[in-house]
T-cell receptor, first 113, second 114 residues
């Protein structure tokens, strides 16, 4: 079964600080995604990647960077964390042959103070 | 781009009753449709994947209906039980997108009371 893990599972950061969220998948999937979930809202796509060393902007990329150093790993970077970035962040992966079906990680709860 | 509207945002039903959650979407060329279940503090679990060529899909204790004419997707939980209490999200894969991203509905928080 698909396995997507995220670290840390929760984090408290200070405004203006740098935050890195990590995602690791063992599915041998080509596509990886970062979403954020805010209370009362669905998931919104921040960044995605379809191959190592390449990332693409999603629907809400402002204030976020992404890095895909290998097929298995995908990071989300907040260079200057802000209060508005308090949310739950989900990583997902999908197979290029079946790319619409995404498998999600457990999520990271980020609180920016 | 694709927009997905999900209703209701909150739903409370008694055990044994049915619960219906509906999503409407805007892109008539959308091809894949998904329902996810999210239990408190947990990740999203895929309930069902629906292709645009199939209008009715049945799972364990639920039915998914796709009305392409009205661009409406619904999840009907028959005989709900407390274990169904969770947040439910629809997601649509718009064919117009350059790659197959998912556009999510806002979610429905379902509470099944004994």
């Amino acid at each position: 079964e698909a396995a997507v893990t995220q670290s840390p599972r929760s984090k408290v950061a200070v405004t203006g600080g740098k935050v890195t969220l990590s995602c690791h998948q063992t599915n041998n999937h080509d596509y990886m995604y970062w979403y954020r979930q805010d209370t009362g809202h669905g998931l919104r796509l921040i960044h995605y990647s379809y191959v190592a060393d390449s990332t693409e902007k999603g629907d809400i990329p402002d204030g976020y960077k992404a890095s895909r150093p290998s097929q298995e790993n995908f990071s989300l970077i907040l260079e200057l964390a802000s209060l508005s970035q308090t949310a739950v962040y989900f990583c997902a992966s999908s197979d290029a042959r079946n790319y619409a079906e995404q498998f999600f990680g457990p999520g990271t709860r980020l609180t920016v103070l | 781009g694709e927009q997905v509207e999900q209703r209701p945002p909150h739903l409370s039903v008694r055990e044994g009753d049915s619960a219906v959650i509906t999503c409407t979407y805007t892109d008539p060329n959308s091809y894949y449709f998904f329902w996810y279940k999210q239990e408190p503090g947990a990740s999203l679990q895929l309930l069902m994947k629906v292709f645009s060529s199939t209008e009715i899909n049945e799972g364990q204790g639920f039915t998914v209906l796709l009305n392409k004419k009205d661009k409406r997707l619904s999840l009907n939980l028959t005989a709900a039980h407390p274990g169904d209490s969770a947040a439910y999200f629809c997601a649509v894969s718009p064919a117009s997108s350059s790659f197959s991203k998912l556009v999510f509905g806002q979610g429905t928080s379902l509470s099944v009371v004994p």
